[in-house]
């Protein structure tokens, strides 16, 4: 399964949409931005500023959080928007991955 076209968030309308309107929770590795849309896919954008640090740890960090959510679908019909944290660049992926997946369970209870 790859990470399809119409499951990312690139424009900044929709990104400060989110940010507004969405649920804000916080973790140690990441801050997730969570909003219903109306397509019926879940889809992602990743604000990796330069706060993360350089290129290369801005570039890793997106593609292990692309990765997390390629593999984990729960959250279908939702728009969900990450911010990495400093200390997501020295975890485990496994460890990232347990971290999303409770965070969008929580995320999704308190949405719904």
Partial sequence: MRFRPAERIR?????QQIYD???KVHSRYTTVFLLANSRGVGRLGIAATRKLGGAVQRNR???L??????RNKLAPGFDVVVVPKRELLH??????????????????????
């Fill in 11 to 15: 424009r900044r309308v929709e990104f």
């Fill in 21 to 23: 309107r969405g649920l």
């Fill in 61 to 63: 960090a997106k593609r």
């Fill in 65 to 70: 959080i692309r990765e997390i959510f390629r």
């Fill in 91 to 112: 975890a485990s992926l496994s460890t990232l991955e347990t971290d999303y997946r409770s965070l969008v369970a929580r995320s999704l209870a308190r949405a719904r």
